[in-house]
């Protein structure tokens, strides 16, 4: 198991609506998202970005949101109700050794992966699960903390998703992410 695993008390933690100032999920997916898409999430947690993206997604879209820990699904699942949501957000419970994204190969329209893959045991294996699930011409987005993530570790995740076939279209940074959009 990870050492770095998000506890889930942090997960109420990433729900501050004043997260918005700094890490405006409607500005960040901008263009990539559009009605109908079928959307993979991984590393969800409890749904800061999730919910944005199932209403972008619009009622024929789909977000498939993945996470390890139960705790942080459960949240998501009773936020998205709230908001009459849940019928466009599907919640699948990860493993440590492997996403369960089987039945998705090559039937995502977008594959977002944001402050997850530091946290992850084999970033290489988590990132190629997910490159297998994207059809060939949409987008992968990845995005991971300034804070924990040094440029380098970015990289090399980076990295791994070009040897995996993906071509880097736009790196950039905002406050508080490194933020790199690479298309299959
Ligand atoms: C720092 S939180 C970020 C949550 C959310 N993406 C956000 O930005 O608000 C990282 C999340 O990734 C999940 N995670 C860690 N390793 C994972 C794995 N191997 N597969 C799926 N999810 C994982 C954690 O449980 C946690 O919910």
Request: aromatic share 4%; net charge positive; glycine share 8%.
């Amino acid at each position: 198991m990870t050492q770095r695993l998000c506890p889930v008390w942090m997960g109420y933690v990433l729900l501050n609506p004043l997260r918005r100032l700094i890490e405006n999920p409607k500005k960040l997916f901008g263009e990539l998202v559009r009605p109908g898409m079928l959307v993979i999430e991984a590393g969800c947690g409890m749904g800061y970005f999730t919910l944005a993206l199932a209403s972008m997604v619009g009622p024929s879209g789909r977000v498939v949101a993945v996470d390890i820990q139960e705790g942080m699904l459960s949240v998501l699942r009773k936020r998205a109700g709230k908001r009459g949501l849940s019928e466009r957000i599907e919640t699948r419970l990860a493993t440590d050794d492997t996403l369960p994204l089987q039945d998705l190969s090559g039937r995502a329209d977008l594959v977002v992966a944001l402050h997850v893959v530091h946290e992850v045991t084999d970033p290489e294996q988590f990132l190629s699960e997910l490159t297998r699930t994207l059809k060939p011409g949409e987008v992968f987005l990845l995005a991971e903390p300034r804070g924990h993530v040094k440029a380098e570790e970015f990289e090399e995740s980076v990295r791994s998703l070009m040897v995996m076939g993906l071509q880097e279209e736009k790196r950039y940074k905002d406050l508080s992410s490194r933020i790199s959009i690479l298309k299959k």
